[in-house]
């Protein structure tokens, strides 16, 4: 059974810095193109980032860019994310995402397996 686990999430100050992790099992996770998403209370789920396949290819949302980086460690089945500045509207639930395809994706409907996510907050 394919699961994404999430960690690292907490609350941090204005400027401050968090790093996520997501933990895959139960796929091939060097096919897959992985991705993090957030929501946001009373907004819709919203692309963050995504890494390619050997991470050919790195995609930014234009509100993180350059603050946060992707990276992947296809040995130990794990992407991460370093969120650095952050700012009170990074506040989010944020999900890891993984999907079947070597092209990386802005759109949760293109990804085929999600985590449960993981809080972050960011004080003004």
């Known amino acids: 059974q394919v699961q994404l686990v999430e960690s690292g999430g907490g609350s941090v100050q204005a400027g401050g810095s968090l790093r996520l992790s997501c933990a895959a099992s139960?796929?091939?996770?060097?096919?897959?193109?992985m991705g993090w998403f957030r929501q946001a209370p009373g907004k819709e789920r919203e692309f963050v980032a995504s890494?390619?396949?050997?991470?050919?290819?790195?995609y930014y949302a234009d509100s993180v860019n350059p603050r946060f980086t992707i990276s992947r460690d296809d040995a130990k089945n794990t992407v991460t994310l370093q969120m650095n500045s952050l700012k009170p509207e990074d506040t989010a639930v944020y999900y890891c995402?993984?999907?079947?395809?070597?092209?990386?994706?802005?759109?949760?409907?293109?990804?085929?397996?999600w985590g449960q996510g993981t809080q972050v907050t960011v004080s003004s």
């Open positions: 995402a993984a999907r079947s395809d070597y092209r990386e994706s802005e759109y949760p409907n293109e990804y085929d397996y």
């Open positions: 139960g796929l091939t996770f060097s096919r897959y193109t």
């Open positions: 890494i390619s396949w050997s991470a050919f290819s790195l």
